[in-house]
């Protein structure tokens, strides 16, 4: 029975084909990961937490990046739903027989997602550049000019909200050198006494509950 079934022709080439599928989207999942979701602005929010914390290596980069893509995956889940709807669940059941025709269902949810989070300024950057013609749909926006245009706002916002981290951590190495300094303690590193008050500080607000809410809720506008 199995041997009757290996030589069926379109068993064979299909199940070829999705074997081939699977390792090219794996091949570039990185790529995808970084820049066509929420990834690139959790982890470099996160990063400048730490910055602004100093406290080097903690948390390390492992526990940062580990909990970037967890969040990115939360934040993801109602856009991976609607691509495993509209594109995957079909192809598997043979609904859809076109790799082409998958990849264009998959890329609509996530066309969707990026041209919501994308400014308009970024996007014609891009296709100003390419030479294209402003699109009338969120669908008719080639992925060449939507992902960079989407990676460039991302940076954007995450740079933002990292600037309005540093602030209150900014003003406690401010305060603490002062002092050092009308004390006449100028050979004492200002870092070395700012480092326990600024991480109380983040204990008592609850930093990394603010930072993490901040994060989702910038997502819902």
Excluded at 138 to 163: C, H, N, R, Y
Excluded at 175 to 189: D, H, W
Aim: glycine residues 4%; aromatic residues 8%.
């Amino acid at each position: 029975m199995a041997e009757d079934l290996i030589n069926i022709p379109g068993v064979e080439s299909s199940s070829t084909v999705t074997i081939i599928l699977l390792i090219t989207v794996l091949s570039i999942a990185p790529a995808i990961l970084l820049l066509m979701t929420c990834f690139t602005r959790v982890v470099v929010v996160l990063g400048f937490v730490r910055t602004a914390l100093a406290t080097n290596a903690m948390p390390p980069t492992q526990v940062l990046v580990g909990l970037a893509m967890f969040i990115t995956f939360f934040v993801m889940a109602p856009t991976l739903g609607e691509i495993n709807e509209q594109a995957l669940q079909p192809y598997l059941r043979g609904e859809i027989t076109s790799q082409t025709e998958v990849l264009e269902k998959a890329a609509e949810p996530m066309k969707e997602f990026m041209a919501s989070h994308t400014r308009e300024k970024d996007l014609l950057l891009f296709l100003d550049y390419a030479g294209a013609e402003k699109p009338e749909d969120v669908q008719d926006i080639p992925l060449t000019a939507l992902i960079p245009a989407f990676a460039l706002s991302e940076l954007k916002t995450a740079f933002q909200m990292g600037f309005m981290i540093f602030i209150p951590f900014l003003i406690i190495d401010m305060v603490v050198a002062s002092i050092l300094m009308s004390m006449g303690m100028m050979m004492l590193p200002p870092v070395m006494i700012s480092l326990p008050f600024k991480i109380l500080l983040f204990i008592l607000v609850d930093g990394w509950y603010l930072v993490v809410r901040s994060l989702l809720l910038s997502f819902n506008t």
